[in-house]
Structures are given as structure tokens and as C-alpha cells.
T-cell receptor
Framework: DQQVKQNSPSLSVQEGRISILNCDYT??????FLWYKKYPAEGPTFLIS?????DKNEDGRFTVFLNKSAKHLSLHIVPSQPGDSAVYFC???????????FGTGTSLTVIP | DAMVIQNPRYQVTQFGKPVTLSCSQT?????MYWYQQKSSQAPKLLFH???????NEADTPDNFQSRRPNTSFCFLDIRSPGLGDAAMYLC?????????????FGPGTRLLVL
């Protein structure tokens, strides 16, 4: 049973525009969420996180929004750059737990 | 640079022939994880070590075993690989097991079973 879902396998965006990647989760016990970025032939690298006490966390061009009632989070990248082209994984955990549950990833292509 | 290293990057084995994948870290993290990721699927946790304490996921097949001889190294042993075990295997580390700990991933080993 997939507890973290990324329903869009791919997304294409023009350079300079906003990229919005979405993630849904089913487990109400999750209270910590992360986004990872993965380039081909490399492992996932941590991008940004948010805990359930917040509804927004911003780091430069990257902002993560959390809607607990809808069990939904999104990653906004603005402005998008060609170097942002990668696969983005959403992950969730509970602060008292010991594992992360990953989504299937969304492949972002930023077109120059 | 502190990092997570996986060797080899690509491994080909024969059906039923035991294979070992290795992971090492220079981060001195307490926790090491092994994930299996099949094409277009989410990474799936197989097991993790907190120091020497081994934690197996309930649905990890017995065919998969792990060893952690010291803080820096962790091995994944597949005793009798089947065709369904062909996947990317990701090693990750974390300073702590709590859900707020960021995981640091290696580049992965892609396993092909012939």
C-alpha cells in the first residue's frame, strides 16, 4: 500500500516559470516531510523539508507547502532553471518513527 | 568530502548465484539503510542498522541479509538472486533514527540478474 503518492510521473516547464510538484499522503501519523532531488547516475540528495507544525518552508528558489487537512504537500520552484531538471521524490515520516516512505517520483524537465 | 560510497555501481549476477553489494560512509553516521528501487517505483526500505542493532522490515524476503562489521561499512547479501531482484539498490545514512533525520544517499548499485 503506497502511503506517499506522486501522481504526476513527469512535468515540463519553461525556464523562468514556476514548477509545482505535488505529493499526497494517506497516513495521518506522518509529521515530517522531505523532498529529494535525483540526477541520473546519482543518489537522491536532500532538498528541503517541513514539519507538520508549519505550513510553509522556504529556501531560496524552493518552497514547500503543507496542507495537513488535505494530506497534501507541494514543492514550488521559482524561477525554474535548466539545472533543476531531475527526478523529485517526496518522502514522509513520523518524528517517532524510524523510516521514511517515498513517493514514486516526478521527473521535471525545464526547457531552456 | 564526506560521502556515501557504493560499490560496484553495476553488478551482473546469474540466477541463484549469491551476490554482495557494499556501502561505505565517511559521515560517521549511526544509522545505515538499504533500499530497493525498481523501475518507476518508490524506494522500498529493506532494513536498517542503528549502530549494530539490525532492524528488518516485515516484508523483506529472507533471501536478503545484511552485515555491518563496523560504523563505516554495511553489506547487502542476496543469497539466491531471482529475476525479480533486479533493481537499483540504494544505501543511505543518517545521524539518527528519528523521523526528522535527513538521509544521505549513495549513488546506488544497479543489479542485473541473468
Amino acid at each position: 500500500d503506497q502511503q506517499v503518492k506522486q501522481n504526476s510521473p513527469s512535468l515540463s516547464v519553461q525556464e523562468g516559470r514556476i514548477s509545482i510538484l505535488n505529493c499526497d499522503y494517506t497516513n495521518s501519523m506522518f509529521d515530517y516531510f522531505l523532498w529529494y532531488k535525483k540526477y541520473p547516475a546519482e543518489g537522491p540528495t536532500f532538498l528541503i523539508s517541513i514539519s507538520s507544525i508549519k505550513d510553509k518552508n522556504e529556501d531560496g528558489r524552493f518552497t514547500v507547502f503543507l496542507n495537513k487537512s488535505a494530506k497534501h504537500l507541494s514543492l514550488h520552484i521559482v524561477p525554474s532553471q535548466p539545472g533543476d531538471s531531475a527526478v523529485y521524490f517526496c518522502a514522509a515520516s513520523s518524528l517517532t518513527g524510524n523510516q521514511f516512505y517515498f513517493g514514486t517520483g516526478t521527473s521535471l524537465t525545464v526547457i531552456p | 568530502d564526506a560521502m556515501v560510497i557504493q560499490n560496484p555501481r553495476y553488478q551482473v549476477t546469474q540466477f541463484g548465484k549469491p551476490v554482495t553489494l557494499s556501502c561505505s560512509q565517511t559521515l560517521n553516521h549511526n544509522v545505515m539503510y538499504w533500499y530497493q528501487q525498481k523501475s518507476s517505483q518508490a524506494p522500498k526500505l529493506l532494513f536498517h542498522y542503528y549502530d549494530k542493532d539490525f532492524n528488518n522490515e516485515a516484508d523483506t524476503p529472507d533471501n536478503f541479509q545484511s552485515r555491518r562489521p563496523n560504523t563505516s561499512f554495511c553489506f547487502l547479501d542476496i543469497r539466491s538472486p531471482g529475476l525479480g531482484d533486479a533493481a537499483m539498490y540504494l544505501c543511505a545514512t543518517s545521524p539518527q533514527t528519528s523521523g526528522s533525520g535527513t538521509q544521505y544517499f549513495g549513488p546506488g548499485t544497479r543489479l542485473l540478474v541473468l
